[in-house]
């Protein structure tokens, strides 16, 4: 048994959204950020298991193909994905929930692309595309909040990473797990 603690943090207003800079691969077109448009749950389930694999992502693993496609069918769920020179290298996934929350259930990057500025980039664009859902999708209540969390199982520059993006931790909570 281990002791994992989970964050969940927040950002209450666009305004908290602090910006990173953008790469100098975006800038030369070498970097860029694509939404999903055609739901593909075997997409997400790749993405999940890949990006998942070396933090122990488990909530999922037994989704039904049945179950992935209800997820990413549903009204106002976007999955955007960062590319490295037509390359996949991460993704974010946006749920929209009751009273103007969206959670991000979802962010990383595959493990060749980390530590290159690129999931901080990635973080601040798909925040930004989480204020601005309403805009994308007929009759859904302008965002209030978006919120997320995250673990000590994730990467050690996880909750850094959201904290520098503006968001803040509004609860805590330590369990034993196997």
Same mark, same amino acid.
């Given at each position: 048994?281990? =002791? ?6 927040? @950002?209450?207003?666009? =305004? ?9 691969? =975006?800038?030369?077109? $070498?970097?860029?950020?694509?939404? +999903?448009?055609?739901? /593909? ?5 790749? *993405? ?9 992502? /488990? ?12 997820? +990413? ?21 946006? $749920?929209?929930?009751? $009273? ?13 692309? @980390? ?8 973080? /601040? ?6 204020? $601005? *859902?309403?805009?994308?999708?007929? %009759? ?8 997320? %969390? ?6 050690? %520059? =996880? *909750? ?8 803040? +931790? ?9």
């Amino acid at each position: 048994m281990n =002791a994992v603690t989970t964050w969940s943090l927040e @950002q209450t207003s666009a =305004a908290d959204l602090i910006s990173v800079r953008v790469p100098e691969a =975006a800038t030369s077109g $070498d970097l860029s950020i694509v939404r +999903v448009e055609i739901p /593909s749950p075997e997409l997400n389930c790749l *993405l999940y298991a890949v990006v998942g694999a070396g933090f122990d992502w /488990s909530e999922r693993r037994e989704w039904t193909p049945g179950q992935w496609l209800a997820f +990413v069918s549903k009204p106002g769920v976007e999955t955007w994905l960062v590319y490295e020179r037509g390359t996949p290298a991460g993704y974010i996934e946006l $749920d929209p929930q009751p $009273d103007g929350a969206v959670e991000i259930t979802q962010f990383g990057l595959l493990p060749a692309f @980390q530590g290159r500025g690129i999931g901080g980039y990635l973080l /601040s664009y798909g925040t930004a595309r989480a204020w $601005d *859902l309403a805009k994308r999708w007929e %009759h859904r209540e302008p965002t209030k909040r978006v919120w997320l %969390h995250t673990c000590s199982k994730d990467s050690p %520059h =996880a *909750l850094g990473n959201y904290e520098r993006r503006g968001f803040r +931790v509004f609860d805590t909570k330590t369990e034993q797990a196997e």
